[in-house]
């Protein structure tokens, strides 16, 4: 499959399943902040942003397994290199809470902060890979 026929794809998974997320997120603090929803109701609703998530990594999946080999490992090269920071970051915080008194981060943050962390690493290594294609 070309790379763009890949992309188009994914993005059809991708920007939906981003959408049902972030509606998710929004409406379980909308509703924990402003009513009086009971918690087991918050509860069933958090599972929806963890639903879109799991669509959006099954969409990542086969976005990998549909582009070329170069493209393939650049990606999965920054898959690592989020899992490795975010992972350190992880463990360095958490022993760190438990030797000073430090206020914990929110678990919330580990996938925004890996997926962050894998894009620019992700754009990072298709740049440094196409300057050493030029030398």
Not at 4 to 21: D, E, G
Not at 76 to 99: D, R, Y
């Amino acid at each position: 499959m070309r790379q763009k026929q890949a992309h188009t794809r994914y993005m059809k998974i991708f920007a939906p399943a981003m959408l049902v997320y972030v509606i998710g997120i929004l409406t379980v603090v909308y509703l924990r902040e402003h009513t009086e929803v009971a918690r087991t109701v918050l509860i069933a609703l958090s599972l929806v942003p963890a639903v879109s998530m799991i669509v959006w990594m099954w969409g990542h999946m086969r976005y990998i397994t549909e582009i070329d080999e170069y493209l393939r490992a650049q990606q999965v090269k920054s898959i690592m290199f989020g899992l490795a920071a975010i992972m350190s970051f992880a463990t360095f915080w958490g022993l760190i809470e438990l030797l000073v008194d430090l206020p914990p981060v929110p678990i919330f943050y580990v996938v925004p902060g890996f997926y962050l962390i894998q894009g620019l690493s992700f754009a990072i290594a298709c740049r440094l890979g196409r300057n050493e294609e030029s030398e």
